[in-house]
């Protein structure tokens, strides 16, 4: 069955410090994956998209890469701030929809 | 930027009643319309996908006599949770994809409904 894995334990960081989020997949073969930010009680909000044939993809303070033989990405933050503290979702599509792992929460703390 | 409205954004009922979620797009034309309901701490699951002017098409597992979707116009999807139980008790969020689909496939969600079935 089609698996999409997020680190379930929250990360805590200290403000300023890079965080590494995780995505590994199974069962699946994305042209793309995507990346959500969600805060509690909101809708999720779309943050980047990388392509198969992308191996790294920046915007701003955010970088995602995707190893498509490791069947992962990597989601980073530089210079984290307090305002960066969400849950992060990796997506992906299947048929027509689109999957989305369970997130991992990132906390930083000042 | 494309924005979707989602109303109410929390409802407490009593169970047996039915309750109507509206989900607009409110700048663009979305053809179709994704409704994921939400658990504590869990993923969010695919519910249905709702097509304009067709019937819309159920995941597995879901009811599709329990919850009711209606696409009527390019603009507005309704869920409606028919003779709510409190297992029903989740965050319902609808998502759409903008017509024509935006190079980044990227999907606009709605800030979610909090369903409290009592």
């Known amino acids: 069955s089609q698996k999409i894995e997020q680190n379930s334990e929250a990360l805590n960081i200290q403000e300023g410090k890079t965080a590494t989020l995780t995505c590994n997949y199974t069962n699946y073969s994305p042209a793309y994956l995507q990346w959500y930010r969600q805060d509690p009680g909101r809708g999720p909000v779309f943050l980047l998209l990388i392509r198969e044939n992308e191996k790294e993809k920046r915007k701003e303070r955010l970088k995602v890469t995707f190893d498509t033989t490791l069947k992962q990405s990597l989601f980073h933050i530089t210079a984290s701030q307090p305002a960066d503290s969400a849950t992060y979702l990796c997506a992906l599509i299947s048929g027509y929809a689109l999957n989305f792992g369970k997130g991992t929460s990132l906390l930083v703390t000042p | 930027g494309a924005v979707v409205s989602q109303h109410p954004s929390w409802v407490i009922c009593k169970s047996g009643t039915s309750v109507k979620i509206e989900c607009r797009s409110l700048?663009?034309?979305?053809?179709?319309m994704f409704w994921y309901r939400q658990f504590p701490k869990q993923s969010l699951m695919l519910m249905a996908t709702s097509n304009e002017g067709s019937k819309a098409t159920y995941e597995q597992g879901v009811e599709k006599d329990k919850f009711l979707i209606n696409h009527a116009s390019l603009t507005l999807s309704t869920l409606t949770v028919t003779s709510a139980h409190p297992e029903d008790s989740s965050f319902y969020i609808c998502?759409?994809?903008?017509?024509?689909?935006?190079?980044?496939?990227?999907?606009?969600f709605g800030e979610g409904s909090r369903l409290t079935v009592l």
């Open positions: 700048d663009f034309q979305a053809t179709t």
């Open positions: 998502s759409a994809r903008s017509f024509p689909v935006a190079n980044t496939g990227e999907l606009f």
